[in-house]
């Protein structure tokens, strides 16, 4: 199981409404708890999501390679950036309203963040390792993957259009 020891313990992603957008890409608003190993905030709700249960989760994508994860207390925009056949480069901001820089605990803090999203990052990695070890078998079957993959289908959908035209 993909993120069992960060988030994936506080998700039931056969819930996720996987809302399709135009041009590949997704929109799913759900329940998850905030990005932190105890599955609780460090700061608290932003401002703009006051009105929000701490159990406010968000995400989207944007074709080509622009993915924006939110929970309760922070927006985490991520640019992938494809360097070769077999590297790419990924690029995670993780936003915090202004007003918490001047916490005496903010640098604390974030560097708990860091090592949840470390951790993510980590689990993703291990995984996508694994899928294309697997691809290289002549004994690999593709198969389902997760209930999310209705967004992965639109994608690819979208990324054949653009190459071979559609109809």
Known sequence: ????????????????????EADGGNTIIYEGAPHTFDGKPLFGKM????????????????????????????????VHWPLSP?????????LFPAEWFDRPDFTEKVAQYRRYYDEVVNEDSAMIESLQRAQSSVKYEPGRMSTLEKGLHNLVNNHIERIFGGG
């Open 1 to 20: 199981i993909v993120h069992k020891d960060t988030f994936g313990k506080f998700l039931k992603a056969e819930e996720m409404p996987v809302q399709l």
């Open 47 to 78: 401002p703009q999501l006051a009105d929000q249960p701490d159990s406010f989760a968000a995400t989207g994508y944007l074709s080509p390679n622009f993915h924006l994860f939110a929970r309760i207390e922070n927006m985490r925009p991520c």
């Open 86 to 94: 077999t590297r790419t480069r990924l690029v995670y901001y993780n």
